[in-house]
């Protein structure tokens, strides 16, 4: 079956914009993970939806928000974008919790402010 | 405060040679353990994983890890490295929430031919 899509790959925005990242989990998955990676402060949790409810958040900025819909799908958004966002951001899907089941990871989006 | 420490930035080896990866674990972690391979440009991909019961876990790819309670660790070997084995690994704990994952600051691995 197919895997974790994120989209788009790549991106490019300027200080103080806003961005929207996109996240399709696996099919039947209803948990949706967000992390954010940086050479500095390595692999952190941003926040986790399930069945379009936030269950689980990190210690981020309310710049950093999501949403999840009803097929699952999530999208995470980050407003007045700062360099220090420059990061990969990866998602990851369950269908249940990871003390019970796999996360699976998407490729990413890797985001570059200038 | 949980967290999981990953003892070496890099490590590098020789084709055929052993891979230790280290990893320690505060005794405040919950006990479900995991260690997750990075390849470059690539999300990340589970290994294996500790969660109750045999505390030698065998995983994906040849590699299996010890959970050791009396010395908070769970390391990460492999008998004989492959040039395929090169990549970034993380060890990684559960946080309170049950879903959400906290990391290692990862270790690299070089594979010398």
């Known amino acids: 079956k197919a895997g974790v899509t994120q989209t788009p790959r790549y991106l490019i925005k300027t200080r103080g914009q806003q961005v929207t990242l996109s996240c399709s989990p696996i099919?039947?998955?209803?948990?949706v993970s967000w992390y954010q990676q940086t050479p500095g402060q390595g692999l952190q949790f941003l926040f986790e939806?399930?069945?379009?409810?936030?269950?689980n958040k990190g210690n981020f900025p309310g710049r950093f928000s999501g949403r999840q819909f009803s097929n699952s799908r999530s999208e995470m958004n980050v407003s007045t974008l700062e360099l220090g966002d420059s990061a990969l951001y990866l998602c990851a899907s369950s269908s249940d919790r990871v003390t019970n089941t796999e996360a699976f990871f998407g490729q990413g989006t890797r985001l570059t402010v200038v | 405060a949980q967290s999981v420490t990953q003892l070496g930035s890099h490590v590098s080896v020789s084709e055929g040679a052993l891979v230790l990866l280290r990893c320690n674990y505060s005794?405040?972690?919950?006990?479900?353990l995991f260690w997750y391979v990075q390849y470059p440009n690539q999300g990340l991909q589970l290994l294996l994983k500790y969660t109750t019961g045999a505390t030698l876990v065998k995983g994906i790819n040849g590699f299996e890890a010890e959970f050791k309670k009396s010395e908070t660790s769970f390391h990460l070997t492999k008998p004989s490295a492959h040039m395929s084995d090169a990549a970034e690994y993380f060890c990684?704990?559960?946080?309170?929430?049950?879903?959400?994952?906290?990391f290692g600051t990862g270790t690299r691995l070089t594979v010398i031919p």
């Open positions: 990684a704990g559960v946080g309170t929430g049950a879903n959400n994952l906290f």
């Open positions: 939806y399930f069945s379009e409810t936030q269950r």
């Open positions: 005794s405040s972690v919950p006990p479900y």
């Open positions: 099919s039947g998955h209803r948990s």
